[in-house]
């Protein structure tokens, strides 16, 4: 039986990847052993009466001490970051699904792998501002990566049996987002709400602006990067609107593995939490006779400036693509207030970027410090 814990349980990919968990019931045990939220204790409530955890944590105090007042369980409740530690660290789990959003699952996911865990990576967030760190880190344990992103799942599932094989190069699928095909001039005055509305994929607020700007696609080159070892210039970002092909690998010789399947974030939840096995589904598979256009597109890089600047990060290094990173978490959470316009994100994040000196081989301790720096500087914008 395999023994997981959840962080971000209440998220959109928390909550899939408890559907999934529900799917799987009569395929494969998983027991649900810790669950996280940062604020959602409604929710956390059900899910705890559902899937019987023995500890939870509650980011925010206040909410964490309100639950334990509520519940009727005898869940233990632990709140802010030393609970979510606590959670993914625990001593019986197998594998921590990393489903926070943010910078924040950065150390629950170095500790789950020094406690020898396996992850479960949704949270591009730890490879972009750690991942020489905590590529090493997983090697000395001995623990797998297993991608969750479905880019990165497909890249994952395109790569089985292919290991004596060198990659050629990354076909890094992108939808293009809300505003594929605008020009500078149409994207002055978007809204929150237009930034919202994703053709394909129904996710958390701060990944569906991320993917209108295209910093989705520049934070996956940099996660590709470190979880496939490959150099920048093995990676091609290719806008495919239809986002049925999730990503491509090319071998020396020429052939191309293409993984194909409907928009659903399931399918690589499960295979991240079931590999190598595959089991069984009940979601919607690919009629190619309704589905029978595939068509493709270059970004264009001189509108979507978050995908150059993250480009320019990681061939920079060190230390920038954690500046990146921290300003844009910072450029979208404003940009969700309505404080700042939509075009104000690439230049809050490249002044960030200019104002950085670059440290090429950064501790734990100085991404953490950069991160901090990043966020406020950003912030006093
Ligand atoms: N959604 C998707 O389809 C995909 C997401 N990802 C990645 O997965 C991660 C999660 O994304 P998504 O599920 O969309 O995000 P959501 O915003 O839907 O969920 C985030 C989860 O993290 C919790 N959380 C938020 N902030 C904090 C905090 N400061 N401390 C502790 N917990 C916190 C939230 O709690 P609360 O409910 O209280 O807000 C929620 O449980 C991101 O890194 C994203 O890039 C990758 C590929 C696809
Ligand atoms: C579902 C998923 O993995 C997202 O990262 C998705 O890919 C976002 O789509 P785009 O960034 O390609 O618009
Ligand atoms: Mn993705």
Redesign the pocket.
């Known amino acids: 039986m395999r023994k997981i814990s959840i962080?971000?349980?209440?998220?959109?990919?928390?909550t899939?990847t408890l559907d999934v968990i529900r799917n799987l019931k009569n395929a494969e045990d998983i027991k649900v052993c810790g669950l996280?939220?940062?604020?959602?204790i409604d929710?956390i409530e059900k899910q705890i009466y559902e899937f019987h955890p023995s500890k939870v944590a509650v980011?925010d105090e206040e909410k964490a001490f309100e639950l334990k007042k509520r519940l009727r369980s005898s869940v233990e409740v632990l709140a802010g970051i030393d609970g979510?530690i606590e959670i993914a660290t625990m001593e019986e789990i197998d594998t921590v699904v990393t489903?926070?959003?943010?910078t924040?699952?950065l150390i629950p996911t170095f500790e789950a792998i020094r406690r020898k865990k396996n992850i479960a990576l949704?949270?591009?967030?730890t490879l972009v501002t750690a991942g020489q760190i905590i590529m090493e880190e997983a090697r000395k344990n001995d623990i797998k990566i297993l991608p969750?992103?479905?880019e990165h799942s497909a890249i994952f599932q395109c790569l089985q049996g292919n290991k004596q094989n060198p990659v050629q190069r990354i076909i890094l699928t992108a939808s293009g987002g809300p505003f594929r095909n605008k020009s500078l001039k149409e994207l002055k005055n978007v809204t929150v709400e237009d930034a919202l509305k994703h053709p394909n994929?129904?996710?958390?607020?701060?990944?569906t602006v991320?993917s209108s700007t295209m910093m989705?696609k520049g934070?996956e080159v940099i996660e590709a990067k470190w979880l496939f070892n490959v150099e920048l210039s093995q990676i091609e970002v290719v806008v495919h609107p239809q986002s049925m092909i999730h990503s491509m690998v090319e071998f020396e010789d020429g052939s191309i593995i293409a993984q194909i399947g409907e928009p659903d974030?399931r399918v690589p939840i499960q295979y991240a939490l079931t590999f190598p096995k595959r089991y069984r589904s009940n979601w919607p598979k690919v009629d190619f006779t309704k589905r029978n256009i595939f068509s493709f597109e270059q970004p264009d890089l001189s509108v979507f400036k978050c995908l150059q600047l993250a480009y320019d990060a990681l061939a920079i290094g060190g230390s920038m693509p954690a500046v990146l990173n921290a300003a844009n978490e910072i450029a979208v959470e404003k940009f969700l207030k309505k404080e700042i316009h939509f075009l104000d994100i690439p230049i809050m994040i490249e002044k960030a970027m200019e104002a950085h000196n670059t440290i090429m081989h950064p501790t734990l301790s100085d991404i953490l410090d950069i991160d901090q720096w990043a966020r406020e500087f950003t912030k006093g914008r």
């Open positions: 962080l971000g349980s209440t998220g959109s990919i928390g899939q996280s939220t940062n604020q959602n929710l980011m979510l489903s926070v959003v943010g924040i699952g949704a949270n591009k967030e969750v992103d479905s994929w129904s996710m958390g607020a701060k990944i991320d989705n934070l974030m």
